[in-house]
Nanobody
Framework: QMQLVESGGGLVQPGGSLNLFCIVS????????VGWFRQAPGKEPEGVAK???????VYADSVKGRFTISRDNAKNTVYLQMNSLKPEETAVYYC?????????WGQGTQVIVSS
């Protein structure tokens, strides 16, 4: 069964940090490009960061210098280190794995940035 499971979300104060995890099962992660997306209440989903098979990365302008995406293919895991979090980054964060026309999504993990 193909599955992505996100974890690591929670409540954090503005300026704080969180590390999100996306654990993949049922397929070999190393063939896939992986990305993190988020959807805030009442807003459209937006891409946050993505990492290719060659480990090249792309970030949304809003998170550059604060977020880091990485992958460990041996552990079938993708990470998103988030620093200096802002209240407007409160959202459900989703992990996505893509290969050509094949897309897998996780169920998401809630991040709340609030004092």
């Amino acid at each position: 069964q193909m599955q992505l499971v996100e974890s690591g979300g929670g409540l954090v104060q503005p300026g704080g940090s969180l590390n999100l995890f996306c654990i993949v099962s049922g397929f070999a992660l190393n063939y896939y490009r992986v990305g993190w997306f988020r959807q805030a209440p009442g807003k459209e989903p937006e891409g946050v960061a993505k990492i290719a098979r060659d480990r090249s990365t792309v970030y949304a302008d809003s998170v550059k210098g604060r977020f880091t995406i990485s992958r460990d293919n041996a552990k079938n895991t993708v990470y998103l280190q988030m620093n200096s979090l802002k209240p407007e980054e409160t959202a459900v964060y989703y992990c996505n794995a893509r290969l050509a026309s094949t897309n897998f999504w996780g169920q998401g993990t809630q991040v709340i940035v609030s004092s």
